[in-house]
């Protein structure tokens, strides 16, 4: 990504930021589609939101319906059945919300921030200390319970994906400084993991889920590299890279599914020249706990820039945001949109 932005670039920022500042989300919901009573949900959704660019999704079981981060507006809304756009997390700063998580056992959201759009966009103040953190929102209301700081002084942090364990310790990735945070329950920075081979000149370590076991995984995006990383909260954490039968040119967001198996996303956003891979979701499966993995389904992705999946009971759905009008200010080929799509 070019610092010189180009202005197309800075007005796409501006305006999607000003049309949250100033009110109301731009949405326009779809027409109801006839429901099945096995699957309430369409195999695709194409919903028409002007200005949110989400990059990170989420399954929320309380209200059965996706919840979409904005790199734009530094917003989370509800995207439900019917393609409505219902705005939950206000704009708390002026930053992009990444990756997302719910919590619904302790009735929370979280949700990896950064400025760092704005900034490459000449957007904020380039004499302040840069914005990056994980913010944690109240399920129902989307008030704010903690923003916790995760930039330490770095110069180009940028927070990217969260989840959590079964203790509510939450872990963030951070793809400009290549590390995980470790977060309390209550939004205290405990630790921050490192490792050599995190390091990247790059994109860095991106897509992040906490295997019940124990363990975490955590998507590396140049190279496609995956690692587990054993005793996350100790003062020793042990990082270990998962063999993997064929590395994809990238990993962006990953999810597990039930059955135990992963499903990866990849795409071509932050390769060097950009355009010159694919847009894939691969499902990977491991007989090890996870020392080594193969490639047990790969798909070409018919929507252009896939970043992240949700895992439903209904299906995995895969959202294709248009973040690429953010990165390059080309416009997308459907724009004004962003796509939900079952895999």
Known sequence: MDASAPASRRTLLRLATAA???GALAATPLPAFAKSA????????????????????????????????????????????????????????????LGIAVDARRRRVLAAYTDYF??????????????????????????????????????????NDVTFDGDGTVYVTDTGVDTISVVSRDG?????????????????????????????????????????????????????????????????????????????VSNDLSLPGGRQGRDAVLELRSTDCWRSARTVRDQTWPFEDPTTVAVTP???????????????????STPGQFHLRRR
């Open 20 to 22: 949250t500042m100033g």
């Open 38 to 97: 096995s699957c309430p949900l369409p195999r695709s959704l194409s919903v028409t939101a002007p200005g949110v660019y989400p990059e990170g999704v989420a399954w929320d079981p309380t209200r059965k319906a996706f919840l979409v981060g904005s790199s734009a507006q530094g917003t989370v809304s509800v995207v439900r059945a019917d393609g409505s756009v219902t705005p939950l997390v206000a704009p708390f700063a002026q930053v992009s919300v």
């Open 118 to 159: 704005f900034r490459l966009m000449g957007i904020v103040d380039p004499t302040q200390p840069p914005v990056s953190g994980v913010g944690v929102f109240d399920l129902a209301t989307g008030a704010v319970l903690h923003l916790v700081d995760l930039a330490d002084g770095q110069a180009e942090p940028r927070a």
């Open 188 to 264: 205290q920075l405990l630790q921050v993991i490192r490792d050599d081979r995190f390091r990247t000149d790059g994109t860095g370590p991106n897509g992040i889920v906490h295997h019940p076991a124990g363990f975490l995984l955590m998507g590396k995006y140049d190279g496609g590299r995956l690692f587990r990383v054993d005793r996350p909260r100790s003062a020793r954490p042990k990082v270990g890279e998962v063999r993997l039968d064929r590395a994809p040119a990238s990993l962006d967001g990953i999810a597990l599914r039930p059955g135990g198996s992963l499903v990866a």
């Open 314 to 332: 209904y299906g995995d759905y895969v959202v294709s945001g248009g973040l690429r009008e953010i990165l390059t200010g080309v416009p997308s």
